[in-house]
């Protein structure tokens, strides 16, 4: 019996990569859950494994000594107590051997003799029969899953983060289940590629987003949408990026739409958008074929962030860039020609240059800008005080609309040639009375989202954007007609998706976007 039971032991434990103190734990519940089956759940027994006598699991009952008997199943009295051991007292716990297996039958009748009275129990006629062996493979059943559970728990707890690849078990409510590998991932429908289907066998790469517990078997839960994907695809792919040399510092995606990543490089040697791309695209082209044609826009990072908001908004082209640090404001002068590639398609383009940048996004034409200005020297012609040059001097600092007139602080006051609180006092009641921006660029707000997708509206809408409202458009027509209605959309930021932190180095600024179409 010893070698038998320890050797399934040992084989169990090796096979299920499971400690022998948890399954040693579960024969002994096992055996205590049937024995109370069988000699009553009231009784106080105890099951032990012997592994250094004959490796049985032994079964023993306790009873307290008392004086007034008041449960005879778990008290006994003095008198009882005493033949069985002389130096007994009251209080103590006496522990007395049952024998319930069938080979143990003449033993078992041996022990009755001595204190079957004292127990209330013949245990010679009392074994296991089949209820009671169900219960206690149950039991070892149920212990042995939750040990397996608990292995595969801090296997991968500290896994979340890593790329696993798997292949496609079956189908649950819209999810995936997914074999990474003896065990079982889900693949949420939240978490997969709209475009993207899957058919039982299919390979699957994915990035584990959490492991948690779900009951009694932990759940791992992997994605195909998140960007972290896309950074260890690129560690996976740019050994540069792996060993360091070159950083993603920023990552924004529209998931199996596109992509745009800025890069930077700590030595002045290595070319961090050339070492993604890699030869002839190749590196690049391997990460595009995982995540079935999604295209990828790789542009260097710079601590300037004129500079680094030019490279996010490419292939567009922009004239000039204003800023507001109190707003965290950027509007981009664009010329006409160059405004549609400057949104993208369905407002992709400055959605994505929005979170990787981190700041809120205008977009203007150069004929639009002109308008506006026209428009403002009209309006602010007609207040005592204010002449063309003053004129001319807002729109240099970038006030285009009465409406950014009225925002202006009086501490700013004495930095303006010709201005003072006076003359600020009749621009703003101006601005108010005229009621708001009358040539002001329409506006898209974003509602608050736990995923702070950046809102971008163009002429054919955007289905990827959460829920927005824009404004009515202008009423007058800047010279692209196609572009009337989606120039100078305000573009919501969200807070950049970081791969690694802020840089502390800065990547070539001159250099072109690189996209996996080049």
Same mark, same amino acid.
Request: glycine share 6%; hydrophobic share 35%.
């Given at each position: 019996?010893?070698?038998?039971?320890?050797?399934?032991?040992?084989?169990?434990?090796?096979?299920?990569?499971?400690?022998?103190?948890?399954?040693?734990?579960?024969?002994?519940?096992?055996?205590?859950?049937?024995?109370?089956?069988?000699?009553?759940?009231?009784?106080?027994?105890? %099951?032990?494994?012997?592994?250094?006598?004959?490796?049985?699991? $032994?079964?023993?009952?306790?009873?307290?000594?008392?004086?007034?008997?008041?449960?005879?199943?778990?008290?006994?009295?003095?008198?009882?107590?005493?033949?069985?051991?002389?130096?007994?007292?009251?209080?103590?716990? +006496?522990?007395?051997?049952?024998?319930?297996?069938?080979?143990?039958?003449?033993?078992?009748?041996?022990?009755?003799?001595?204190?079957?009275?004292?127990?209330?129990?013949?245990?010679?006629?009392?074994?296991?029969?089949?209820?009671?062996?169900?219960?206690?493979?149950?039991?070892?059943?149920?212990?042995?899953?939750?040990?397996?559970?608990?292995?595969?728990?801090?296997?991968?707890?500290?896994?979340?983060?890593?790329?696993?690849?798997?292949?496609?078990?079956?189908?649950?409510?819209?999810?995936?289940?997914?074999?990474?590998?003896?065990?079982?991932?889900?693949?949420?429908?939240?978490?997969?590629?709209?475009?993207?289907?899957?058919?039982?066998?299919?390979?699957?790469?994915?990035?584990?987003?959490?492991?948690?517990?779900?009951?009694?078997?932990?759940?791992?839960?992997?994605?195909?949408?998140?960007?972290?994907?896309?950074?260890?695809?690129?560690?996976?792919?740019?050994?540069?990026?792996?060993?360091?040399?070159?950083?993603?510092?920023?990552?924004?995606?529209?998931?199996?739409?596109?992509?745009?990543?800025?890069?930077?490089?700590?030595?002045?040697?290595?070319?961090?958008?050339?070492?993604?791309?890699?030869?002839? =695209?190749?590196?690049?082209?391997?990460?595009?074929?995982?995540?079935?044609?999604?295209?990828?826009?790789?542009?260097?990072?710079?601590?300037? +962030?004129?500079?680094?908001?030019?490279?996010?908004?490419?292939?567009?082209?922009?004239?000039?860039?204003?800023?507001?640090?109190?707003?965290? +404001?950027?509007?981009?002068?664009?010329?006409?020609?160059?405004?549609?590639?400057?949104?993208?398609?369905?407002?992709?383009?400055?959605?994505?240059?929005?979170? +990787?940048?981190?700041?809120?996004?205008?977009?203007?034409?150069?004929?639009?800008?002109?308008?506006?200005?026209?428009?403002?020297?009209?309006?602010?012609?007609?207040?005592?005080?204010?002449?063309?040059?003053?004129?001319?001097?807002?729109?240099?600092? =970038?006030?285009?609309?009465?409406?950014?007139?009225?925002?202006?602080?009086?501490?700013?006051?004495?930095?303006?040639?010709?201005?003072?609180?006076? @003359?600020?006092?009749?621009?703003?009641?101006?601005?108010?009375?005229?009621?708001?921006?009358? @040539?002001?660029?329409?506006?898209?707000? %974003?509602?608050?989202?736990?995923?702070?997708?950046?809102?971008?509206?163009?002429?054919?809408?955007?289905?990827?954007?959460?829920?927005?409202?824009?404004?009515?458009?202008?009423?007058?027509?800047? %010279?692209?007609? $196609?572009?009337?209605?989606?120039?100078?959309?305000? @573009?919501?930021?969200?807070?950049?998706?970081?791969?690694?932190?802020?840089?502390?180095? $800065?990547?070539?600024?001159?250099?072109?976007?690189?996209?996996?179409?080049?």
């Amino acid at each position: 019996m010893s070698d038998t039971l320890d050797k399934l032991i040992e084989q169990v434990s090796r096979e299920k990569r499971i400690e022998k103190e948890i399954l040693t734990q579960a024969l002994e519940e096992a055996i205590q859950k049937a024995a109370q089956r069988i000699f009553g759940e009231g009784r106080e027994l105890e %099951a032990v494994y012997n592994s250094d006598g004959d490796g049985e699991i $032994e079964l023993y009952q306790y009873m307290i000594v008392v004086e007034d008997v008041a449960d005879p199943d778990k008290e006994m009295s003095l008198d009882k107590a005493v033949p069985y051991d002389p130096e007994s007292e009251v209080g103590d716990e +006496l522990g007395f051997r049952i024998y319930y297996r069938e080979e143990d039958r003449n033993q078992a009748r041996e022990e009755d003799k001595r204190y079957g009275d004292i127990l209330g129990v013949k245990t010679h006629l009392k074994t296991f029969g089949r209820i009671a062996a169900s219960v206690a493979k149950q039991v070892i059943f149920q212990k042995i899953r939750e040990a397996e559970g608990k292995v595969v728990f801090d296997k991968y707890k500290d896994r979340v983060g890593e790329n696993v690849t798997g292949s496609v078990r079956r189908f649950e409510r819209g999810a995936v289940v997914v074999d990474i590998g003896n065990v079982e991932a889900i693949l949420p429908r939240e978490e997969q590629i709209r475009k993207e289907s899957y058919r039982p066998g299919d390979r699957v790469q994915a990035v584990i987003i959490d492991v948690r517990k779900s009951g009694k078997d932990p759940q791992i839960v992997i994605s195909r949408t998140s960007p972290l994907i896309i950074q260890r695809l690129f560690e996976n792919e740019v050994p540069e990026i792996y060993e360091g040399i070159v950083r993603l510092v920023g990552i924004a995606r529209d998931a199996g739409e596109r992509t745009k990543i800025a890069v930077t490089s700590s030595d002045a040697d290595v070319d961090p958008v050339g070492a993604c791309v890699g030869m002839k =695209g190749s590196r690049v082209q391997s990460i595009v074929q995982e995540l079935r044609g999604e295209k990828i826009d790789i542009v260097p990072y710079s601590s300037d +962030l004129v500079t680094f908001v030019c490279n996010a908004i490419a292939p567009a082209e922009v004239s000039r860039v204003l800023l507001d640090e109190d707003k965290k +404001l950027i509007e981009l002068i664009v010329p006409d020609d160059q405004l549609s590639l400057a949104i993208g398609k369905k407002g992709q383009n400055v959605r994505l240059a929005t979170r +990787l940048v981190g700041w809120t996004i205008e977009i203007f034409t150069e004929s639009r800008i002109d308008e506006m200005k026209l428009a403002l020297k009209d309006q602010l012609s007609e207040i005592d005080g204010v002449d063309e040059s003053m004129v001319d001097y807002l729109l240099k600092l =970038g006030y285009h609309s009465l409406e950014s007139l009225e925002e202006i602080d009086e501490d700013e006051i004495g930095m303006m040639p010709g201005f003072d609180r006076d @003359v600020l006092a009749r621009v703003k009641v101006v601005a108010r009375e005229a009621g708001g921006p009358q @040539v002001a660029p329409p506006e898209v707000e %974003a509602t608050d989202d736990t995923d702070e997708t950046a809102v971008a509206e163009s002429t054919d809408g955007d289905e990827s954007s959460d829920s927005s409202e824009s404004s009515e458009d202008s009423k007058e027509t800047p %010279a692209p007609a $196609e572009a009337a209605e989606a120039v100078s959309k305000e @573009v919501v930021a969200e807070g950049t998706e970081e791969a690694d932190g802020a840089p502390d180095s $800065e990547g070539a600024a001159s250099e072109p976007v690189a996209s996996e179409d080049d």
